[in-house]
């Protein structure tokens, strides 16, 4: 089945480590994005990417970075910059104006 | 920036009519879209209207879109405990970069009543 798919769905982390939170399409298309949610913040964007070995920042990219090697896949770097990281993280790809179409989500806690 | 706007909260009963409403300020939006997003997991899509459209019905879902007025709104009729969830309306550009671009609103939580 066609779909989009994040992993792990926990992920916990110490003070001063990095993590990467994975994101897999397999519905060919271009554009990749990754979202921030707080209660009550609605989607804040973190980076997207229209097209392979490009991306953009979005409105709350400081200590996160990403990469787009390959179309299906688009990792997310939380650094230890991020002085806040704790939320849930929501990738979605999309194809030009058509509907986006997102994963489960990564609730990622520091501990 | 582009910006949506959205009412945060809305409790209903059960067998009544939900209506969520939603204002945006860019007028070069092409698509504008309904998201549904039950607790702990992603946002789904219910529906979508193109900006040259006034109004989409999809069984219990309406859509009325007021382009003038930059307004988009969205029905549930016999509103069902399984429809309690948050409610994010988005919308997307025209062309070019813009047609890639995705803004959200912070979305309404509705809250059914038996």
């Known amino acids: 089945d066609g779909g989009i798919t994040q992993s792990p769905k926990y992920l916990f982390r110490k003070e001063g480590q990095n993590v990467t939170l994975s994101c897999e399409q397999n519905l060919n298309h271009d554009a990749m994005y990754w979202y921030r949610q707080d209660p009550g913040q609605g989607l804040r964007l973190i980076y997207y990417s229209q097209i392979v070995n490009d991306f953009q920042k979005g409105d709350i990219a400081e200590g996160y970075s990403v990469s787009r090697e390959k179309k299906e896949s688009f990792p997310l770097t939380v650094t230890s910059a991020q002085k806040n990281p704790t939320a849930f993280y929501l990738c979605a790809s999309r194809t030009g104006g058509d509907e986006a179409f997102f994963g489960q989500g990564t609730r990622l806690t520091v501990v | 920036g582009e910006d949506v706007e959205q009412s945060l909260f809305l409790s209903v009963r059960e067998g009544d009519s939900s209506v969520i409403n939603c204002t945006y300020t860019d007028s070069s939006s092409t698509y504008l879209y309904w998201y549904k997003q039950e607790p702990g997991a992603g946002l789904q899509l219910l529906t979508y209207?193109?900006?040259?459209?006034d109004m989409k019905q999809d069984q219990r879902l309406t859509v009325l879109l007021n382009k003038k007025d930059k307004h988009l709104s969205l029905r549930i009729a016999d509103t069902q405990t399984g429809d309690s969830a948050i409610y994010f309306c988005a919308e997307s550009g025209n062309s070019g970069a813009g047609s890639y671009q995705l803004t959200f609103g912070k979305g309404t939580k509705l809250s059914v009543i038996p």
């Open positions: 209207i193109f900006s040259n459209m």
